[in-house]
C-alpha cells in the first residue's frame, strides 16, 4: 500500500513547476473487494485535466478473472454479466499507464487505487511509473475545517464544491483554497499537505524577501542570536519549506516557534555556501544545530618527541617537534588505531620518561611476550627502536606499507586457521589505520599548496571558479556564459583572502572545510586551473590500500589531475572560453 500523502518522483524537471501548469489524471477504481493482494479491478476511470478543463477520458469495465460479490455488486453497481465480455487487466493496464503518462494522479483515498494499480502492475510485470499523486481526501483534511463540511467524505466534498465531475471539481476546489495560501507549485502543494502546526504557518513570511540564489541562510531570536544555520542552492524555497513541510524534528518545530527573522548570506556557487555554513556553526555554535559544531574537539594521535618516543592521544596539534596523526573525529577513533599500531610494531606503552645513558627501571610484562623492545633496560638499543618508530612516522606521511604489512601477514593466517572473529578485528584495525592515514594524507596534500585555482561548469555554459589557498577558500567567483573566465580568476585571486599558514595538515581551515573542497574537486568536470606548486599524493600512501578504505575507495582512487574533456589536449578550446592552465 502506498502511504497516505503526496508522493513526489524525483524528476528536477517537475521542481517548481505551477500547479496551472500541471497536468492531473483523476482516477477511480472499482474493485472486487477492500485488499489489493487478493481482490481485482473491475472497472478503472479516469479524467485528465489540465488549467481547468477536461482534455481526457478513460473508463472502461475490466474483467476480474473470477465473480463478483453479490454485496460488492449492490456496492459498485457492477455485476458478472455486465464483466463477462470485458477485456481483461492486462489488457487494460498498459492503456491506461499510456493515458496517465507525464501526468500527476489524483484520487480521493489514493492509498487504495494507487495499490491496486501497482499490485496489477507487480502481477504483469509491469514497471510501476513512480506517478507523484495527490490524495484529495488527505489535502481536504488540511484545507477545510469542520465548520465548512463535517468530514472529508467523497460524496460530501463533491456537495460542498458543486459536484459536476466529483474528484475533478473536488480537486479543482481545494487548488484554489491552497492557492489563496500561497501554495503554487507541486513541491509546495506536497509541503502543504504534512502535519504542520499553525504557528509554523503564520511565519511563512519570513522567507518571502529571501532571494533564489545559492548561499547559507541564518535564523535568528527576537535578540538576533542565530538559532540555526543552514545552505542550499535556493535560499527561498529551502527556507519556506520549513513553515510548509513535515518537520518531524522536534527541535527544528521549537527553532521556528522562536525564529523572528533570517538572514541570507548570497554566495557565489554551492561550495562557497557550504564553507560559510562550516564557518558560521562552528563560530556561532547555534543551539539548533548538531553537527560541525566542535571542531576543536577533534582528537590526535601523537607520536612524542623524546628519546623513545610513544603514541599519546591528545586534543591539540602544537607546533613542536612531534608528528601528529588527525585529526580524528573522536577518542575511540584514536584508541583504536593506537591499538592497531601497538599490534604491528611494538613502540613501549608506558609513560616514563626514558634516557639514553642509564636504565630507568625494570622491564614491564609487555617486554616479556615480545610486544615492547624494552627501552627502559636497554637504552643502547636505541637506534632499533629509532627504526620502529620510522615505520610509524612514514605511514602516517608516505608509504603505509611497512606498518600495514605485519597486521595483513596477521589477518591472513588467521583466516587459514579460520579463526574468522579473531580475523574481522585484526580487519578492522587495518582498515581503521589505512583509513585515518588516508584521511590526513588527502588533506596534507591540498593543504600544502599556497595557492590553486580551479573552475567546474556551472550547467549553463559558465564557470564556478574557486581560489584555495593552503586547502581554505579564499575566494570565489562565477563567470557566466560568455564572459572570458580569465579576467574573474585574476580579479579574484587579487581580492582573495589572504593566508597564514600553520604547521599541517590543517594550516589554514578546518579539516570539514579541506574536505568539502576536496569532494568539490575531485567530482566530474572540475578542471585545475593554475596552481602555486604540484598537487602529489604519496606513490605508496594509504590511498592506494583501497581494499581497506571500504565506502571511500572510489572517492581516494579519483585522479584530480585527470582530464575530463573529451576533446584530446591538443584540441583545447581557446583561452577567452574555457579557463585552462598558464604555463609556468
Known amino acids: 500500500m502506498v502511504p497516505s500523502e503526496i508522493m513526489v518522483q524525483p524528476s528536477l524537471d517537475e521542481l517548481g513547476e505551477p500547479l496551472r501548469e500541471i497536468t492531473f489524471t483523476v482516477v477511480d477504481l472499482e474493485t472486487t473487494g477492500g485488499a489489493a493482494g487478493s481482490d481485482s479491478i473491475t472497472e478503472i476511470g479516469a479524467v485528465k485535466v489540465r488549467t481547468g478543463e477536461v482534455i481526457g477520458e478513460f473508463q472502461t469495465l475490466v474483467d476480474p478473472g473470477r465473480s463478483i460479490d453479490p454485496f460488492v455488486s449492490v456496492l459498485t453497481g457492477i455485476t458478472d454479466s455486465m464483466v463477462q465480455t470485458a477485456p481483461g487487466i492486462s489488457a487494460v493496464l498498459p492503456a491506461f499507464l499510456e493515458f496517465a503518462r507525464g501526468s500527476v494522479l489524483v484520487a480521493h483515498n489514493a492509498p487504495f487505487d494507487v495499490g491496486f494499480l501497482r499490485t496489477a502492475c507487480a502481477g504483469l510485470g509491469t514497471p510501476w511509473p513512480r506517478f507523484a499523486v495527490v490524495d484529495t481526501a488527505v489535502l481536504a483534511r488540511r484545507v477545510l475545517t469542520r465548520d465548512e463540511v463535517p468530514n472529508c467524505k467523497l460524496a460530501t466534498l463533491a456537495v460542498f464544491f458543486h459536484d459536476a465531475r466529483a474528484t475533478v471539481d473536488v480537486l479543482h476546489g481545494l487548488i484554489d483554497r491552497v492557492g489563496n495560501l500561497g501554495v503554487q507549485s507541486l513541491p509546495e502543494l506536497k509541503a502543504f499537505t504534512a502535519q504542520v502546526t499553525d504557528a509554523q504557518r503564520r511565519k511563512r513570511h519570513l522567507a518571502d524577501a529571501l532571494p533564489s540564489r545559492p548561499g547559507v541562510y541564518v535564523f535568528r531570536d527576537a535578540q538576533g542570536q542565530p538559532l540555526y544555520v543552514g545552505t542550499s542552492r535556493d535560499l527561498r524555497a529551502r527556507v519556506r519549506q520549513y513553515f510548509v513541510a513535515s518537520e518531524t524534528r522536534t527541535r527544528m518545530g521549537e527553532m521556528i516557534g522562536l525564529a523572528e527573522r533570517v538572514d541570507p548570506i548570497v554566495c557565489a556557487h554551492p561550495l562557497e555556501a557550504q564553507v560559510r555554513e562550516l564557518r558560521l556553526i562552528a563560530a556561532y555554535k547555534p543551539r539548533y544545530n548538531r553537527r560541525s559544531k566542535f571542531p576543536e574537539r577533534a582528537m590526535w594521535l601523537k607520536l612524542t618527541a623524546e628519546a623513545f618516543p610513544r603514541l599519546s592521544i591528545v586534543h591539540e596539534r602544537r607546533d613542536d617537534d612531534a608528528t601528529y596523526l588527525g585529526p580524528l573525529r573522536s577518542r575511540r577513533q584514536a584508541e583504536a588505531i593506537r591499538d592497531a599500531i601497538h599490534d604491528a610494531v611494538p613502540l613501549r606503552q608506558c609513560t616514563d620518561r626514558l634516557s639514553l645513558r642509564r636504565i630507568v627501571r625494570a622491564a614491564c610484562a609487555l617486554a616479556g611476550i615480545g610486544r615492547c623492545p624494552a627501552p627502559c633496560e636497554h637504552p643502547d638499543d636505541a637506534p632499533a627502536y629509532g627504526d620502529l618508530v620510522e615505520v610509524?612516522?612514514?605511514?602516517?606521511?608516505?608509504?603505509?606499507?611497512?606498518?600495514?604489512?605485519?597486521?595483513?601477514?596477521?589477518?591472513?593466517?588467521?583466516?587459514?586457521?579460520?579463526?574468522?572473529?579473531?580475523?574481522?578485528?585484526?580487519?578492522?584495525?587495518?582498515?581503521?589505520?589505512?583509513?585515518?592515514?588516508?584521511?590526513?594524507?588527502?588533506?596534507?596534500?591540498?593543504?600544502?599548496?599556497?595557492?590553486?585555482?580551479?573552475a567546474r561548469p556551472d550547467g549553463g555554459g559558465g564557470w564556478h571558479l574557486s581560489v584555495v589557498r593552503y586547502g581554505r577558500l579564499a575566494a570565489a567567483a562565477v563567470a557566466p556564459r560568455g564572459t572570458d573566465p580569465w579576467p574573474v580568476v585574476d580579479a579574484r585571486r587579487a581580492t582573495a583572502e589572504a593566508v597564514t599558514p600553520r604547521p599541517g595538515p590543517l594550516r589554514a581551515a578546518l579539516a570539514e572545510e579541506t574536505e568539502c573542497i576536496l569532494r568539490w574537486l575531485e567530482e566530474p568536470g572540475a578542471r585545475l586551473v593554475d596552481t602555486s606548486q604540484p598537487w602529489a599524493m604519496p606513490a605508496f600512501g594509504a590511498g592506494g590500500q583501497r581494499a581497506f578504505l571500504g565506502s571511500d575507495a572510489a572517492r581516494f582512487a579519483a585522479d584530480p589531475f585527470a582530464d575530463r574533456r573529451r576533446l584530446p589536449m591538443s584540441h583545447r578550446p581557446a583561452r577567452s572560453s574555457v579557463p585552462t592552465a598558464r604555463p609556468a
Open 392 to 454: 610509524v612516522r612514514s605511514a602516517w606521511t608516505g608509504d603505509v606499507r611497512p606498518l600495514i604489512d605485519p597486521l595483513r601477514e596477521r589477518l591472513a593466517r588467521l583466516s587459514h586457521e579460520q579463526r574468522f572473529e579473531h580475523a574481522g578485528v585484526v580487519r578492522d584495525r587495518v582498515a581503521t589505520v589505512v583509513r585515518a592515514c588516508a584521511r590526513m594524507q588527502r588533506l596534507d596534500a591540498l593543504t600544502s599548496i599556497a595557492e590553486l585555482v580551479a
